[in-house]
């Protein structure tokens, strides 16, 4: 298996990282919609896969994270 086929896809890979994320800021997945501006489910569908989040809202998460858009995809790193 090559390290291309091991990596995340896209929406796992912000799913992953938002939640991490999230989690080191010590806040529940409601305060953060509410942070962000978002329904409060929101942010549930998208730490679980479901929703398909659009830039600008990826945008949000990033801005409300304090971090660049780009290290929602980054890959984890292996411990």
């Known amino acids: 298996m090559t390290k291309l086929e091991r990596v995340p896809d896209a929406r796992t ?10 989690t080191k800021m010590g806040i529940s997945q409601e305060k953060l919609a509410e942070l962000a501006g978002f329904h409060r489910t929101y942010v ?5 896969r479901v929703a398909n989040a659009t ?3 990826i945008q949000k998460l990033a ?3 304090s971090v660049p858009v780009a290290s929602l995809f980054e ?3 292996e411990n």
């Open 44 to 48: 549930s569908q998208v730490e679980r």
């Open 63 to 65: 801005d409300t994270l």
């Open 13 to 22: 890979l912000l799913a992953i990282n938002v939640q991490q994320l999230r």
């Open 75 to 77: 890959a984890p790193q």
């Open 55 to 57: 830039t600008d809202n």
